[in-house]
């Protein structure tokens, strides 16, 4: 089993960032690709950003592209979402996850990832 834990969330005003981080107990593939997603209040689960482990390549989502950065500590099994320029629509709560295959067609919907974080709440305040 692969255990995924967050850190960083927390109360922000418009415009200002945070940083989170998610740590994976494990790796259990060399195809290893770790990212976030987020649920606001009444709204479905949606993809943020993804990264690969093998070359670093990363994917994010419109909604967040300029404003997020992924990023990985290779030797720590960490990954870091640096938030910039946040907004009341960026509130939710996010989630680590763990995709053990790293299929570039299917890094942005959630149910290809094998492992999840337990969220961090993200409120950005108006």
């Known amino acids: 089993q692969v255990q995924l834990s967050e850190s960083g969330g927390g109360l922000v005003q418009a415009g200002g960032s945070l940083r989170l981080s998610c740590s994976a107990s494990?790796?259990?593939?060399?195809?290893?690709?770790m990212g976030w997603f987020r649920q606001a209040p009444g709204k479905e689960r949606e993809f943020v950003a993804t990264i690969r482990w093998n070359g670093g390549a990363t994917y994010y989502a419109d909604a967040v592209k300029g404003r997020f950065a992924i990023s990985r500590d290779t030797a720590k099994n960490t990954i870091f979402l640096q938030m910039n320029r946040l907004g009341p629509d960026d509130t939710a709560v996010y989630y680590c996850a763990a995709d053990q295959n790293g299929i570039t067609s299917t890094l942005r919907l959630d149910y290809t990832y094998e492992y999840w974080g337990q969220g961090t709440q993200v409120t950005v305040s108006s």
């Open positions: 494990r790796r259990t593939s060399n195809n290893w690709a």
